[in-house]
């Protein structure tokens, strides 16, 4: 595993998401920060129940800034409404805060970012879950299952079932809604995933 010097002398010990974001783009905690556009942090409200946690910002959130903008999020909209959750609720981030891929050409193909990027990046992703303290948190796919629920975890196994944080907190893995998006059977693999939302939504009420 490569290692990296990690982002928690980058990560204020105290404050809000506020003083939180406008640290991230400091941050030089692995390599990911050199060849990205910027920084995308998480998004939603501070006292939100339901935290999702996604892999890494895509092409589309690079160039935006925001998380969850291009065609993963819109499936995961998509996915959240048939669910019966209101998106603007939710917070929504990632395990690694800045884009990693290959340039092929003009095009930048996404890497999915090894577990030194995940170990590096998840002091960001502890302080979020202390500042927002969700009731629930649904993992979204195996690169956020590893840095939350360790490399054991296998989200194909568990799925849509009711699974805790190592501090306790309830969790929900689920797949990537960009394997949903790929996906060759997309409206069985779509409403799979619409169960687990749903599965995760029941365990708030
Ligand atoms: N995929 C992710 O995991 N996060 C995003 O923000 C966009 C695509
Ligand atoms: Fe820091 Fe995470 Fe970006 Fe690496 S990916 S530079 S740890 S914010």
Redesign the pocket.
């Given at each position: 595993m490569q290692k990296f010097a990690g982002a928690a002398e980058w990560v204020p010990a105290r404050g809000g998401l506020p003083k939180l974001e406008a640290a991230l783009p400091d941050c030089r905690g692995c390599d990911l920060w050199q060849d990205a556009e910027q920084v995308?942090p998480g998004g939603g409200p501070a006292k939100a129940r339901m935290m999702l946690v996604?892999?890494?910002?895509?092409d589309v959130?690079d160039k935006a800034g925001e998380?969850?903008?291009?065609p993963?999020?819109r499936l995961l909209d998509k996915a959240l409404e048939a669910a019966g959750i209101d998106r603007t609720e939710v917070y929504v981030t990632?395990a690694v805060k800045h884009f990693r891929f290959e340039r092929r050409g003009k095009r930048r193909i996404h890497k999915t970012p090894a577990v030194g990027h995940i170990v590096a990046c998840s002091p960001w992703l502890r302080r979020e879950l202390e500042i927002v303290e969700p009731a629930l948190v649904v993992v979204?796919?195996a690169?956020a299952a590893r840095s939350l629920l360790g490399t054991g975890f296998k989200v194909t196994e568990h799925r849509g079932r009711p699974t805790e944080l190592p501090d306790g907190t309830a969790a929900v893995a689920t797949v990537?809604?960009?394997a949903v998006v790929r996906s060759d059977e997309y409206r069985r693999d779509f409403g799979l995933f619409v169960d687990d939302l749903r599965a995760a939504a029941a365990l708030l009420t």
């Open positions: 995308v996604g892999e890494q910002p895509g959130e998380a969850f903008v291009g993963a999020g990632n979204l796919g690169t990537h809604p960009s």
